[in-house]
Every structure is written in C-alpha cells, then in structure tokens.
C-alpha cells in the first residue's frame, strides 16, 4: 500500500512541474470592418469622414461619381466620369484606369499653410498609375461597391541638390456597398 | 489535446469504477453491520470544468473570463470527531487555460470596434493556474460499500497567474493605444459544496468519484497603460468551477 501512495504522489507530483512549465503566446490581428477603407504604404486606413456622390449633369451628358474619403491627416479622392451617361439612377460598373482626365484619384495629406491646415496633394498619380473597379451597384438601395489601387509618386530636391523620389503606395483598396447620393443639373 | 486525453481516461476508470461496483453488489449476499467511520486521506484527478462567467468568451462583458476546460488534482482528508460528522479539508491544484486564437481574434475585433480603429493587435501570454486550499464540515451516509460524502467548505484561493494580454489599436500607421491588462497573482477567499461517492475497495482504500464546486469573486486585475476607459476593461476576475474527480482514499 505504500508503494501506491508513493506512486500517487510521485505522479501529481510530476503533474504540477509539467502544468508549471506550460508557457503559450497567441496573438490576435482585427482589421476594420468599415465600407470603404486601403492600405496605405502598409497600414490599414478607413476614413471616418466620408462623401460618395453621383451626379449627372444634363448639359454635357456626363455623370461623374466622387468618392472622398477622409481621416487622420490622410484624405483620398477619387473621380470617374462618364461621357454619353444617360440620367439613370445607377453607374456604369466596368474597370477604370487612371488618365487624369476622367479617372482622376488624388492622395493628399494635411499640412499646415500660412497657419491654416489644409489637404495638399502628397505627389501625383499619373496616367497608369492605378485603377478603379465598379464591381456592383445597386441603384435601388444606392450602394456602390468596388475595389482601387493606385500609388502617388513626388520629386523634391534634397540640401544636396539630389532628387528625392517618394511613392505612396495606396493598395488594396475596397468600397463595400458604400451608400451614394444621386444628384442631377 | 490532453483534454481529450484526460476525457478518455475517465471514461475508461469510470467504467471500471461501475463495473467492480456491479461485481462487489453481485457477491454481497447480506447487509452486515456498519462499523464506525473511520478517517481517511486520499489524492484525486481529473478535469476543472469553468462555470458561468468564468467560462464566456464575450468581449462585452467584463466578466467573461474565457476560461477552458483544464486539469485538476490534489490531497482530500476528513477527520471524523463524532460519529459520520467529520472536517474536511483539501488542497487542490487547477489549470483553467489560456486564450485560443479565436479568443485573441475577437477581442482584437472589439477592441477595433470600441476605438474606431483601422487595426488591433492582442497578444495574450499566461493562464489560470490557482491552488485552492479548503476546509469544512463533513457528513457521510454510509450504505454497505458506498459512502456519500457532502461537504461545504470554504478557504483561500492562491491564483498564480491569470491570462494577461497586451492590446495595441492603430489608426493607419498611428497607435492610438497600447495598453496591458496584467496577469493576477493573489491569494483570496474561496467557497466549495463538495458530493463524494467512496467505493470501500478493501478494509482501508476507498476509489471516490468527487464533484467540488467552486467559486471566488476573484483577484484584482491590473490594467497598464491605458489613458481612457473605453473598450472592454476588466478589473475584478471571479472563479466559478466545477471539478469531476476521481481518486484513491486510505484509511487512517
């Protein structure tokens, strides 16, 4: 019988050392859920202020949708516009590359201008420089949804008179059933 | 892993258990006399399984302790000072994990929600491992072989280490917050109803079935870093379990 409790002892025993040593690390990652969001240059981006607007204009038979998206500093705004639109409630889905006359997109970030903060363009977006994807609308409910990319590239010159190229990288890009105004004159 | 292997070896002494108990009833030809209780100490193990608040895995309520299923063993002895009245007393080891994946996943989902954030990241270290030490009254019926032991004791909880988790919420390539909620360590009351099934193996060893309930309202939980209040916050961690348990009593 002693050799019974012996062994008992000895193996909670063993048990204790072996729970004692247990040392686990987990790590959890959450990305925003919100409708319309980016990465930019490698961290994610949801702007908290955000205006989508379509607008048909009767004289020059163009509708142009204007997604603008705003949050820390960072402001994104994207422009496509349409010619020989009709004035329906919906917008043509399809794939639009940068030109910078009817796919227009602009990275800009805040800075301060004579004691005024204002959004000032952080380099240019050049014809090819990104796309644009309508995948679905729904005129019914107003909700447009899409993807973008595109990068902004700008030129400074350094104390040493060398060119200095930044680019911001704006990749990954998502619009989810992001609601629209429609608006015609 | 091992949970399923702890399950597994329940189920096969539990069996046991019932199967010896089924032969010993079959060569009882008669009830005999019962002879004075005697005292007795004993080891037991099993599983801790986390009761109510202790076990929810909700980001919205501070008292979800994402407590898991875990192993548990430890000493029992009563002393009998007056006829089936006896004191009872226990010492108890139990591991009630960690967070898993999806625990860390949505607390990371909530704290993006309560900070409006682009991105969280939790990262979650350490788990429950407490000794329990207790004592009270004990009452034992006692029919032929079996014995019913019902005990209500109460003591102290000595937590050793609680999960601790570090949350950092960025707003695109800004941290608007990085702050702790530290692992516990602390010693604090604790309570326990306990029901003990003894089979009398032989004159001095009983094999016990054991269900113990347990609960405590817990360790203080420190939080680090933070410079608001929002989000999930907890700063009081209850103990709520239930640990089935089988082992060996020897008679003094």
Redesign the interface.
């Known amino acids: ?1 002693n050799k ?2 012996l062994f ?2 000895l ?2 025993a063993g ?2 050392i072996i ?2 040593c ?12 919100k409708p319309f ?1 980016a990465n ?7 702007p ?1 202020t955000v205006s989508n607007t379509i607008t048909y204009n009767a004289a020059n038979k163009t509708k142009t949708l204007l997604l603008t998206g705003t ?2 500093q ?1 402001q994104i705004i994207m422009k496509i516009i349409l010619s020989n639109a009709s004035n329906t409630p919906g917008f043509t889905i399809g794939t639009y590359d940068v030109d910078t006359t009817s796919v227009i997109v602009k990275y800009n970030t805040q800075v301060n201008q004579n004691g005024q903060y204002v959004f000032l363009p952080h380099g240019k977006v050049a014809a090819g420089g990104g796309t644009i994807i309508v995948s679905s609308v729904d005129s019914v409910q107003k909700q447009i949804t899409g993807t973008f990319h595109f990068y902004s590239r700008s030129l400074a010159v350094d104390s040493t008179g060398a060119t200095v190229i930044t680019v911001d990288n704006i990749l990954g890009g998502e619009f989810t059933n992001l609601p629209y105004t429609l608006t015609s004159n | 892993m091992y949970q399923n292997n702890i399950k597994r070896i329940l189920t096969v002494l539990i069996i046991a258990f019932f199967a010896f108990i089924a032969t010993g009833a079959y060569s009882q030809t008669q009830t005999q006399t019962q002879p004075p209780l005697t005292s007795y100490f004993g080891f037991f193990g099993g599983v801790s399984n986390p009761l109510g608040d202790f076990k929810k895995a909700d980001y919205y309520n501070n008292k979800s302790g994402f407590a898991k299923k875990g192993l548990t063993y430890g000493v029992d002895g009563t002393w009998y000072f007056y006829k089936n009245l006896g004191l009872g007393g226990s010492i108890t080891y139990q591991d009630n994990g960690e967070l898993n994946q999806a625990n860390a996943n949505g607390l990371a989902a909530g704290y993006t929600n309560s900070y409006n954030a682009d991105n969280s990241i939790v990262t979650a270290t350490k788990r429950y491992q407490t000794v329990n030490i207790l004592l009270g009254p004990q009452y034992t019926f006692a029919e032929g072989r079996f014995l019913l032991d019902l005990r209500a004791s109460g003591g102290i909880l000595k937590v050793f280490s609680t999960p601790e988790t570090n949350i950092q919420a960025s707003d695109g390539s800004t941290t608007i917050a990085n702050f702790y909620q530290r692992s516990a360590s602390a010693t604090v009351l604790a309570y326990s109803g306990t029901a003990a099934l003894r089979y009398k193996l032989s004159d001095n060893v009983f094999l016990t079935l054991r269900g113990a309930y347990l609960y405590s309202s817990g360790p203080s939980i420190t939080n680090q870093g933070r410079t608001t209040n929002i989000g999930r916050i907890v700063t009081k961690q209850p103990f709520n379990t239930l640990n089935t348990t089988i082992g060996l009593n020897f008679g003094l």
């Open positions: 019988m019974l409790r008992t002892f193996l909670l048990l204790f729970e004692s247990k040392k686990d690390t987990v790590i959890g990652t959450s990305y925003t859920t969001q930019i240059n490698g961290s994610t981006w949801a908290d949050k820390a960072k």
